[in-house]
């Protein structure tokens, strides 16, 4: 499987951002699918997930209301809709494919997931 994310790039604060991972290789609805970001001298932490059918949704208690996570099956690509970007959003953002098609209590952890995009950079400034 191999994902490659795109659309990063240097924002204003309050300013918005469109990411988005294509995803090739392996049936992509079979997937539910995460977004991580890394900051620099910072852990990777969770951003958000979606079920492969995107019925399901979850969030970081920081970024909910100002992120969005979506999917297109037929395009094999899935979204994440950045609004009112904080410079504490600044981190390179990567996607992965999740182990199982749903979401549970390990959804939230980088090591449940079993392949990862190279990211792309996302640069709020103040």
């Known amino acids: 499987v191999q994902l490659q994310a795109s659309g990063g790039g240097l924002v204003q604060a309050g300013g918005s951002l469109r990411l988005s991972c294509a995803v090739s290789?392996?049936?992509?609805?079979?997937?539910?699918m995460g977004w991580f970001r890394q900051a620099p001298g910072k852990e990777r932490e969770f951003v958000a997930a979606?079920?492969?059918?995107?019925?399901?949704?979850y969030y970081a208690d920081s970024d909910e209301g100002r992120f969005t996570i979506s999917r297109d099956n037929a395009k094999n690509t899935v979204y994440l809709q950045m609004n009112s970007l904080k410079p504490e959003d600044t981190a390179v953002y990567c996607c992965?494919?999740?182990?199982?098609?749903?979401?549970?209590?390990?959804?939230?952890?980088?090591?449940?997931?079993?392949?990862w995009g190279q990211g792309t950079q996302v640069t709020v400034s103040s």
């Open positions: 290789g392996r049936t992509f609805s079979s997937y539910a």
């Open positions: 992965a494919a999740y182990r199982q098609s749903n979401l549970n209590s390990g959804s939230y952890y980088p090591s449940q997931y079993a392949y």
């Open positions: 979606i079920s492969w059918s995107g019925g399901i949704t």
